[in-house]
């Protein structure tokens, strides 16, 4: 069993950048695909960015545009989202998910929440305008 635990949520105020990061209980992310997704009350969980086990491809939902990046830490033991430019409908609970994968080239993107077996609890995100 994999435990994921996100962190660097906060209040911002809009223009402002967060940092979010995701950590693996107990191991490193070789092995597994990472994605982030976002969720507001009463609506479906979104998804925002993912990266391949390898750490080589990244993939974006359209809102970012080109706000968010997704990237690994060099030991591959943290995951981060960097977010800039947030503006208030970027407010949501952030979620870090992982599941494990061989696939190594472009184009093995996972977008979906029922492709993920691992969840974290969430990272609370609110920009003020």
């Known amino acids: 069993q994999v435990q994921l635990v996100e962190s660097g949520g906060g209040l911002v105020q809009a223009g402002e950048s967060l940092r979010l990061s995701c950590t693996a209980s107990g191991r490193t992310f070789g092995g597994l695909a990472v994605g982030w997704f976002r969720q507001v009350p009463g609506k479906e969980r979104e998804f925002v960015a993912t990266?391949?086990?390898?750490?080589?491809?990244?993939y974006y939902a359209a809102f970012p545009k080109g706000r968010f990046t997704i990237s690994r830490s060099g030991a591959a033991d943290t995951v981060y989202l960097q977010m800039n430019s947030l503006n208030p409908e970027d407010t949501a609970v952030y979620y870090c998910?992982?599941?494990?994968?061989?696939?190594?080239?472009?184009?093995?993107?996972?977008?979906?929440?029922?492709?993920?077996?691992?969840w974290g609890q969430g990272t609370q995100v609110t920009v003020s305008s």
């Open positions: 990266i391949t086990q390898s750490g080589a491809g990244t």
């Open positions: 998910a992982a599941h494990p994968s061989t696939c190594t080239g472009y184009g093995c993107y996972s977008i979906e929440t029922y492709q993920y077996t691992y």
